[in-house]
């Protein structure tokens, strides 16, 4: 309800000759990645000393985090603006708009610089959770202090439940 109203309200002020407008897109990756990627990766940090039986860097984790969450927002907020200015999608030259182009530009560049800070807190989000599988330190049988039963199981890991499984087996 929300994403068909929000679009029914800012069709007004874009082109409607075009699909979409940039609010369009905002309100779409604000919805998407901002609801189940970045959820996704805050639920891979949950399980990953339970998955895998190592920590990973929680001073990287901070700084990956606030990187992400800082570059989504440039990101995708910069959309919203354009598209209450008029901004349409799918524009392959400024030279097609008059009167905004040098205000578009602004906009976009602004948004490509925190596509840029984005995807530097993703490249250290993957650097340092590869990294703590090698060298990771061992991670305690509830690292987070749940009382839920998967954390309060003897189980480190999926691979000590194989093991033991193949064991049993035997």
């Known amino acids: 309800f929300f994403f068909s109203s929000r679009r029914r309200h800012t069709r007004s002020l874009c082109d409607w000759s075009s699909d979409v407008c940039s609010s369009d897109l905002a309100h779409f990756h604000y919805v998407m990645m901002g ?5 996704m990766i805050g639920g891979l940090h949950h ?32 959309q919203f603006m354009l598209g209450s200015q008029g901004m349409p999608r799918r524009y ?5 708009i008059e009167g905004m182009a040098e205000t578009f530009k602004i906009y976009h560049h602004i948004s490509t610089g925190g596509a840029y800070i984005m995807a530097l807190g993703f490249v250290i989000t993957g650097i340092y ?37 193949l064991l049993e087996k035997k």
């Open 92 to 96: 392959y030259s400024y030279d097609q």
């Open 35 to 39: 609801s189940a990627l970045i959820a």
């Open 47 to 78: 399980w990953w000393p339970k998955m895998f039986g190592v920590m990973y860097s929680d001073f990287w984790g901070r700084i990956a985090c606030t990187l992400v969450f800082v570059g989504f927002n440039v990101t995708f907020f910069t």
């Open 129 to 165: 959770l590869l990294h703590s599988l090698f060298a990771g330190k061992k991670a305690p049988a509830n690292p987070w202090g749940g009382r839920s039963e998967e954390h309060t199981s003897e189980l480190q890991s999926h691979s000590d439940l194989v093991c033991r499984l």
